[in-house]
């Protein structure tokens, strides 16, 4: 799976992220997690980031006569892509994606469109030493991880309406300017 296709696939990317904590799962799980998603999809995006290295298959088993495998993220997949390669694909998709919003939206004048959709855009410039930053970013893991659990529970609730929503936060040195 190329970078291309692994920013723009909301899907892979939320298998990708499954692994964010550091563990092994099985396909079941991961498709149990992501219970929006049809799970012969979920399989066919596993096996395809299994031939394409971005997953491991750790160990297999058999489990009442089918076959269960232990799966793990190859942290090396994304260490042979510079930083430049990972954000300009990055960047791309978040391009094409708003791209998209706005083409679905010809009335982007009316802010109303913002306010129903939840749109938002945001920069937040601050004056913090490295201690600070790390802080920061400790706090926005554990803001992430408590809305990554809502959002799962969300999804399992009846008679809310939820939808996918993508929030995407980049810190960048201010040095530059």
């Given at each position: 799976?190329?970078?291309?296709?692994?920013?723009?696939?909301?899907?892979?990317?939320?298998?990708?992220?499954?692994?964010?904590?550091?563990?092994?799962?099985?396909?079941?799980?991961?498709?149990?997690?992501?219970?929006?998603?049809?799970?012969?999809?979920?399989?066919?995006?596993?096996?395809?980031?299994?031939?394409?290295?971005?997953?491991?298959?750790?160990e297999?088993?058999?489990?009442?006569?089918?076959?269960?495998?232990?799966?793990?993220?190859n942290?090396?997949?994304?260490?042979?892509y510079?930083?430049?390669?990972?954000?300009?694909?990055?960047?791309?998709?978040?391009?094409?994606?708003?791209?998209?919003?706005?083409?679905?939206?010809?009335?982007?004048?009316?802010?109303?469109?913002?306010?129903?959709?939840?749109?938002?855009?945001?920069?937040?410039?601050?004056?913090?030493?490295?201690?600070?930053?790390?802080?920061?970013?400790?706090?926005?893991?554990?803001?992430?991880?408590?809305?990554?659990?809502?959002?799962?529970?969300?999804?399992?609730?009846?008679?809310?309406?939820?939808?996918?929503?993508?929030?995407?936060?980049?810190?960048?040195?201010?040095?530059?300017?």
């Open positions: 799976m190329d970078l291309a296709k692994l920013f723009s696939n909301p899907t892979a990317w939320r298998i990708l992220m499954s692994f964010d904590d550091d563990l092994e799962h099985t396909t079941k799980e991961i498709a149990e997690h992501l219970s929006d998603v049809p799970a012969p999809t979920i399989y066919r995006y596993i096996n395809n980031m299994i031939e394409n290295g971005l997953l491991l298959v750790k297999e088993r058999k489990v009442r006569g089918s076959r269960e495998r232990i799966l793990i993220c942290s090396d997949w994304c260490r042979k510079s930083v430049a390669e990972l954000s300009s694909h990055y960047f791309m998709d978040l391009i094409k994606r708003f791209n998209r919003y706005v083409q679905t939206h010809p009335n982007m004048d009316n802010h109303e469109v913002y306010k129903e959709d939840r749109l938002f855009l945001s920069k937040l410039v601050l004056y913090l030493d490295d201690d600070e930053m790390d802080a920061l970013v400790d706090d926005y893991n554990n803001f992430a991880q408590k809305y990554a659990k809502i959002s799962q529970e969300s999804k399992l609730k009846n008679g809310k309406k939820s939808k996918l929503r993508i929030i995407n936060v980049i810190s960048s040195p201010g040095e530059f300017e």
